[in-house]
């Protein structure tokens, strides 16, 4: 009886397991940044831009979880275990979102942070996706899906931002 769930669970650890992952950060520009005429990283005005947009511009695999609540695999991220430090950017529109001071190791395969870099660098939406009940976290610029928020995060907020790797660029401090 409890052997399936055992197997299950590890199937499940080994397929998600991601061996050559480091903790290097690459800072270079991304692909979504080139060909984006939106993306700025001092520009807070919000967007308006049309969904057949975003499509055009956008990588599909970026697409596909900013646009379309996706979620990319746990523990497969370039961000997950990484401990640069430095600050976060929504891959899709360049609006600032966290500082790498913020962000925690909490073991759940994405990257985790406690607080938001202002209150509105992201924004919040109820998600009854999957058959849960969730909040799910906006890019306060563009509307791009970032990941959800739970209330099991460490001091000082209780909160974990659980963010997917994917919609998110970082720049290091000692750029």
Known sequence: MFIRPAILFLFGAM?????????????????TQQDNPYYSRTDTTHLNVSDAEWKRILPADVYQVARQQGTERAFTGKYWDA?????????VCGNALFRSDSKFASSCGWPSFYQALRP????????KSHGMIRTEVLCGRCDSHLGHIFDDGPPPTGKRFCM????????????
Not at 83 to 91: F, H
Not at 166 to 173: K, P
Request: charged share 20%.
């Open 15 to 31: 397929a998600c397991a991601n061996p050559g992952s480091t903790s290097t950060m690459d800072t270079a520009p991304s692909s």
């Open 83 to 91: 401990d640069g430090l430095g600050m976060y950017y929504c891959a």
């Open 120 to 127: 509105n660098s992201v924004r919040y939406e109820e998600d």
């Open 164 to 175: 997917n790797s994917i919609v998110l660029d970082f720049e290091a401090d000692n750029k």
